[in-house]
């Protein structure tokens, strides 16, 4: 009961939402609005089990006084006075938003930010690599930039149509290769679940 | 922003940024407090998405009663903090999962043929550059897909030559894909150092 | 009573107009993945997945973090419970868990979403229960940071820095965080094995990681670390699919090459049928 009762549930919503999408009747009655709505009140009710994690992991820290336990009570602090804040006065109230557009909009945007430094980085690796591919996704790359800044034209007038080509032919080519790969791979990938071949959303290994 | 949003902004933006130096504590308390109002968050936005209205207008006010099912359900992932009932909170995750897997067979096969009715390509072009290109297209695509076959022997049909043609046709693609992201994520970092100079410090005009 | 508002004439009095070559679709492949398991449990030969240096390099990257006596890190992505990336993803974690608990090694896994992590907690804790080293567990190993991308991509940063990971495994869907946790993991000398289907982030794990898995390859993954025959026979149902997508774009192809009313006519049939 304990493993074959979350199997057998598995499988029939994921057969669910098949009969929904195929069968004319299904959709006439508009079922699948009703289950989407479902599983979002599903998903919301389950949101404190984060926080809770953050809890436990933070308040062992402080318990025990393990290194930077003053930077885990700065967290929980902020994470509970902030939860307080947004179900008293609400998301959209001047002093939620307030705190909101000081603090993460903007460090998200700097944290996004960063990946030009990674970037650069990154590119210099690669051209370390001394592989035949390696040179040849640098060389790729290289040229695309050129052709993407008024540099590319200065050099050659060639460069802004090379660019063109790469992203229409080979970089058209290969991505489409690579999505109906992806196609084909999550039909295997949702059967092996649906049939309970693999398990590992219910704690166990494949079977 | 006021003047203190741009100073709380700007001094988490400079700690954040001291990470290319090195790890510090200027950058672990600003990633902690980021954790703690960013997973704050997400926990009010789905109170104030869906707990909030649904219960309040759609359960008490409309009557929907039904709706009390999925809360109910949802509810069942706290019993994973009981020892002797924790097998309840397999119920949700299982649904969940489930449904996740039906969206996948019920919904791919749709971009999935139109990728593969899109390599239906006509070769013939206006001028001779044009059809060759389009059937250089065909071929790298058959051959990007035929490097992904697993279990046909790559001895046999001579499909070493077309997935070694296919894996560097990806290669190409990636590169190129590399290379046309560089300047948004450039133009990304230009607007966080406008931020600083312009908005907070003031330097630029 | 329920009144029916018919769009259009349902397809043998039951199924949805315009969808039947979908449904089709999904029935072959599904039915290839099926025909392959029951050959596989029959006991029928089934052909061996060629070798996917990404994943050989699994095991020894947990072996190679376990002689150094440094923490294996593993990511699923952002991508949420019902993502198929994230089943891979636990295709992956099951063995690296397992192994790291045969091993001893402590194995850190960071998470965006939250109900990921529940499924991820119960998974690395069973597997060390099943490996005899129940006390080996830590649960503040397992950790959900934040549901925000960039908030999750700093605490993973961070926990890189402070814990040096030896290996550092990124397997589900990625977004722009793709980038700091490939490179973050690149600057503290991490063995690095990353895969995604995202195609936009795949270059940035190319470019910055040890070994890269293509897009599909993290689907075969599991059944290949398992050696299971009745997973290694759903990859080689995956193949078969591509033996019969290949028939159609060639004869797609052909048609709207050769006969290009014909050509039109079969793809419009395809997609609106």
């Known amino acids: 009961m304990r493993k074959q009762l979350p199997l057998l549930l598995t499988g029939t919503a994921a057969l669910w939402v098949v009969l929904c999408q195929y069968i004319h009747q299904f959709n006439a009655l508009k079922m699948m609005g009703t289950t989407d709505q479902w599983q979002q009140i599903i998903v919301a009710t389950m949101t404190l089990v984060g926080a809770v994690n953050l809890t436990r992991i933070h308040g062992t820290n402080i318990q025990r006084r393990r290194s930077g336990y003053y930077n885990s009570i700065a967290l929980l602090v902020a994470l509970w006075a902030y939860i307080a804040m947004g179900i008293y006065l609400t998301n959209k109230h001047v002093t939620y938003r307030w705190v909101y557009d000081a603090t993460c909009v903007p460090w998200e945007a700097t944290m996004f930010s960063m990946i030009a430094f990674f970037i650069a980085s990154a590119a210099v690796r690669t051209f370390r690599i001394r592989t035949a591919e390696a040179a040849v996704m640098g060389l790729v790359a290289a040229f695309v930039m050129l052709g993407n800044v008024p540099l590319g034209p200065v050099i050659s007038d060639k460069i802004p149509q090379l660019k063109d080509w790469l992203m229409n032919i080979p970089n058209g080519a290969g991505f489409r290769a690579i999505r109906i790969g992806i196609y084909i791979g999550t039909f295997a990938a949702a059967m092996r679940i649906a049939l309970g071949l693999e398990r590992a959303h219910l704690g166990s290994g494949a079977q | ?205 | 009573m329920v009144v029916f508002q018919l769009a259009a004439d349902p397809v043998l009095g039951i199924l949805y107009a315009g969808r039947t070559m979908q449904l089709l679709t999904m029935i072959i492949f599904s039915a290839f993945v099926y025909v392959m398991i029951r050959r596989a449990r029959a006991g029928l030969p089934v052909p061996a997945i060629r070798k996917i240096p990404g994943l050989e390099a699994v095991d020894e990257a947990i072996g190679r973090a376990t002689e150094m006596g440094r923490p294996v890190h593993f990511a699923p992505g952002i991508g949420g419970i019902t993502n198929a990336d994230t089943f891979a993803a636990w295709a992956f974690l099951g063995h690296i868990a397992k192994l790291c608990a045969r091993y001893d090694t402590r194995l850190i896994n960071t998470n965006r979403d939250y109900l990921v992590h529940t499924i991820n907690e119960e998974l690395i804790r069973q597997s060390y229960l099943e490996a005899g080293r129940p006390d080996s567990y830590n649960p503040d190993d397992v950790r959900y940071l934040t549901g925000s991308q960039f908030g999750y991509a700093a605490g993973v940063l961070g926990m890189m820095q402070r814990e040096r990971p030896a290996a550092n495994i990124l397997i589900g869907y990625f977004f722009a965080e793709s980038m700091l946790f490939a490179e973050g993991g690149a600057n503290i000398g991490a063995i690095q094995i990353a895969g995604t289907t995202n195609t936009v982030q795949l270059p940035f794990f190319l470019a910055a990681c040890d070994y890269t898995l293509l897009g599909e390859e993290i689907y075969a993954g599991g059944a290949y670390l398992s050696k299971e025959p009745n997973l290694i026979g759903t990859v080689v149902g995956q193949d078969w699919g591509r033996i019969l997508t290949f028939v159609v774009m060639v004869i797609g192809c052909a048609l709207a090459n050769l006969a290009a009313a014909q050509g039109t006519a079969f793809k419009n049939y395809l997609l609106t049928k």
Do not use: C
């Open chain 2, 1 to 205: 922003m006021s003047t203190t949003q741009i100073w709380i902004a700007a001094l988490g933006t400079l700690a954040l940024f001291s990470f290319l130096w090195k790890e510090n504590p200027a950058y672990r308390f600003v990633e902690h407090i980021f954790i703690g109002l960013t997973a704050a968050h997400v926990v009010v936005m789905n109170y104030d998405s869906y707990i909030k209205p649904v219960w309040r207008d759609s359960v008490m006010r409309d009557g929907k009663y039904v709706l009390i099912i999925p809360f109910l359900i949802g509810l069942l992932i706290y019993t994973r903090y009981s020892k002797s009932i924790n097998w309840l909170a397999r119920i949700p995750m299982s649904l969940l999962v489930g449904y996740g897997v039906g969206y996948t067979l019920a919904f791919n096969p749709l971009p999935f043929l139109r990728q593969v009715t899109d390599n239906f390509v006509k070769f013939q072009g206006k001028t001779a550059t044009i059809t060759a290109n389009n059937v250089l297209f065909f071929v790298m695509s058959m051959a990007g897909l035929a490097y992904f076959f697993f279990t046909v022997s790559r001895e046999k049909y001579g499909l070493q030559y077309i997935s070694t043609l296919g894996r560097y046709t990806i290669v190409i693609a990636l590169g190129a894909s590399y290379g046309s992201t560089v300047q948004g994520r450039i133009s990304l970092l230009l607007g966080r150092m406008q931020f600083l100079l312009k908005d907070w410090l003031g330097v630029l005009q």
